[in-house]
């Protein structure tokens, strides 16, 4: 009974972390496609190419239930769009910034 309560244990802890992974996964899947649909101006064809490509990897690799290949998957389409979060928050930035005096900003 207590080897039995072991091993539930370990299947239990199993699948809180599969749960998390998908979780994580399925919320960088919305927040892309939502910075695709919204800035992909921003994007060469061949990086819009390339993102969409890692954000079907990933999307696949949900449905695998495979903890390490979901972690992978999320790990690369992450890496893939770093620049494209980076010209997403430049033009954040530049919109927040136009039309204001330097003297007039406040740090």
Do not use: H, P, Y
């Not at 199993?14 to 919204?38: F, G, P, V, Y």
């Amino acid at each position: 009974m207590l080897q039995s309560s072991f091993d539930l244990a370990e299947e239990d802890k199993n699948s809180r972390m599969l749960a998390e992974t998908k979780i994580e996964a399925i919320q960088l899947i919305e927040l892309t496609q939502k910075a695709l649909d919204t800035d992909n101006d921003l994007l060469s064809e061949s990086e819009f190419n390339s993102i969409k490509k890692d954000l079907s990897a990933l999307i696949d690799s949900i449905k695998s239930s495979n903890n390490d290949k979901i972690k992978e998957a999320n790990k690369k389409l992450n890496a893939q769009s770093e620049s494209f979060a980076a010209k997403r928050m430049d033009r954040s930035i530049q919109k927040a910034l136009t039309g204001k005096s330097i003297n007039k900003l406040e740090f």
